[in-house]
């Protein structure tokens, strides 16, 4: 049976509950134990899909099709387990399915209230396909006190009266402030958290302080005392020099050590090697280069969490510093001179993913840079689709080349994708119909031409990557597109959706429908950006 570690934050938001639960979920595997994390987030939208990166940073996009919180994505790169759609869920996801119940009659006749159906969901939800895991780990959206949590708090209180104290865990991330005026590090805040939160019925086990100050003993022990805990089980945490150092820092402060006594346990040392070389490869480089991502959600860095992390794997494989430039695109469409001022310094040229509009003739003029100044270009999603029209217009003879994401276009080179094959058969969606959830979505096989750059990169012609996308290259371009030089190296299995586009004449131009960020791990670097990083490097060599 499972046993469960419930973590909670206080104080205030961004205290980093996502990376701790990933990093103690990777101590823990790396004792011996098999894990699972899962995520309750407290807002009423049924997921993030429709949410403004602005809003919610990145959406992040499981194998089997789910739009989740980008904490998904910390799990995914710190434990290396794929993420499943049962492993995040929302209130508004709860209700939908409460109230669908309701309609249909389920409840019998029944009032349907909070307590017991919404909390007796989140509590199933939980609970659910964990027979075979050793530890899953709950992380707890949002702050203890917030009015959309309370839900969640309250079925968390009933699962830990169900299952025993043996059985589970409460871990609360709280703040202890530096007060730079006073000279003091103040412990109030945490006091106050752990009361609302005892107040509520939940007792925590386990505090971690997160700290820009070393705490001292005295101050552990203060914690300990007022909020009814050991002294050991108070955990500060310090700010890392690196997100990849917090697993060694947890461990030496004795975190996993303090989950396992609280559960009567024993293992063997973890086994940290890979971490310790991962911080060495960062901390150490022995070379570096900067790359421009040529972006519309550059204001908010969540925006594009995984993308900055794989260009750091990419680093790592290859052992330099990435430097990243987050350049936004609509700056290119005011000033022609803007272009080659922010773009020569770069040593390779990102085009991301998005979706509308603004800011697509920019992040054109940047892929026509690339291809004419012969820089390493990687297009992701709708940079892949830019590098298309782009070619399209400049070398293909179609002038009018566009998308119809844009508006009434003759010459569709991207269009809507209305229907397309999957494990569970053809997939139909409605041009014009809901927005959430009728995406391409999650994980889709690849077939690569033999003699392609794509296939030497990856090693193998059959790959399987993440989609989340709503339009498509039309192949009916595709004559025209490889007469201006640019190949179709990727194609989905029954020949009609490209996949991968390059060009052969240039030193490393790939675009890419999917999106591979979503599958680079700092231990497992994903081919396309190592691969693009060493080209960068290759080209800040020749400069």
């Known amino acids: 049976m499972a046993r469960f570690i419930f973590i909670t934050g206080g104080v205030v938001s961004s205290l980093g509950k996502g990376l701790m639960a990933a990093s103690l979920a990777a101590l823990l595997q790396a004792r011996g134990f098999t894990v699972r994390i899962r995520k309750f987030d407290p807002y009423l939208n049924v997921d993030p899909g429709t949410m ?14 789910a739009e989740t919180d980008l904490d998904l994505g910390h799990y995914e790169r710190f434990t290396g387990v794929s993420a499943r759609q049962s492993d995040n869920i929302t209130s508004g996801r709860v209700y939908r399915d409460i109230i669908a119940r ?5 409840y019998l006749g029944a009032t349907v209230q909070v307590i017991p159906h919404v909390t007796d969901a989140i509590k199933e939800f939980a609970k659910a396909d964990t027979d075979d895991i050793d530890f ?15 839900p969640f708090i309250e079925a968390l209180r009933q699962l830990r009266n169900e299952l025993g104290r043996e059985m589970s865990c409460s871990v609360h991330v709280t703040l202890v402030p530096y007060i730079a005026a006073a000279g003091e590090l103040k412990t109030k ?48 945490a310090l700010d890392a020099a690196n997100i990849y150092a917090v697993p060694q820092q947890y461990h030496a402060e004795g975190l996993d050590d303090e989950v396992l006594r609280h559960f009567g346990l024993t ?39 995984s993308l900055n992390e794989a260009l750091v794997h990419g680093g790592l494989a290859n052992r330099v510093k990435v430097h990243i430039r987050w350049i936004d695109a609509e700056i290119f469409e005011k000033d022609d001179d803007e ?51 782009e070619g399209a217009r400049n070398l293909g003879g179609i002038a009018g080349a566009s998308s119809s994401e844009f508006g009434e276009t003759t010459e569709p080179v991207v269009g809507i994708i209305t229907e397309w094959m999957s494990d569970e058969g053809l997939q139909q969606r409605a041009d014009g119909g809901d927005l959430g959830g009728t995406m391409r979505l999650g994980a889709y096989p690849a077939e690569l031409a033999h003699n392609s750059h794509a296939a030497a990169i990856y090693g193998t012609t059959q790959i399987s ?11 009916h371009y595709r004559e025209a597109l490889e007469q201006g030089g640019l190949v179709f190296s990727g194609m989905s299995p029954d020949g009609l959706l490209p996949e991968i586009v390059e060009r052969p004449d240039h030193p490393w131009f790939v675009g890419v429908q999917f999106h591979p960020e979503l599958k680079s791990r700092p231990f497992d670097p994903h081919p396309l950006f190592a691969g693009f990083i060493a080209a960068a490097l290759r080209q800040a060599r020749l400069v």
């Open 52 to 65: 403004s990166p602005y809003q919610h940073g990145e959406v992040y996009v499981t194998d089997d099709g």
């Open 102 to 106: 309701e309609r249909r009659g389920d």
């Open 136 to 150: 899953v780990l709950c992380e707890i959206g949002g702050t203890v006190g917030d009015i959309e949590g309370l």
């Open 189 to 236: 805040p945490t006091q106050h958290s752990v009361r609302e939160l005892t107040a509520l019925g939940i007792q925590p086990d386990l505090l971690l302080c997160r700290c820009e100050k070393p705490l001292p003993a005295s101050e552990r022990n203060k914690i300990a005392l007022f909020c009814n805990v050991r002294p050991e089980a108070v955990i500060p």
């Open 267 to 305: 293992a063997p040392a973890p086994e940290l090697t890979v971490w310790g070389d991962i911080v060495d490869r960062y901390q150490r480089p022995e070379g570096e280069v900067t790359i421009g991502v040529v972006g519309k959600y550059v204001g908010l860095p969540d925006a594009y969490k």
């Open 339 to 389: 272009i080659a001022a922010h773009l020569e310094p770069m040593h390779g040229i990102l085009v991301p993913g998005g979706f509308g509009e603004r800011g697509t003739e920019g992040k054109i003029a940047s892929v026509r840079f690339a291809r004419e100044r012969q820089v390493p270009f990687f297009g992701i999603c709708l940079g892949m689709q830019m590098a298309c029209i």
């Open 465 to 475: 990557e993440r989609h989340r996308h709503r339009y498509e290259v039309n192949s």
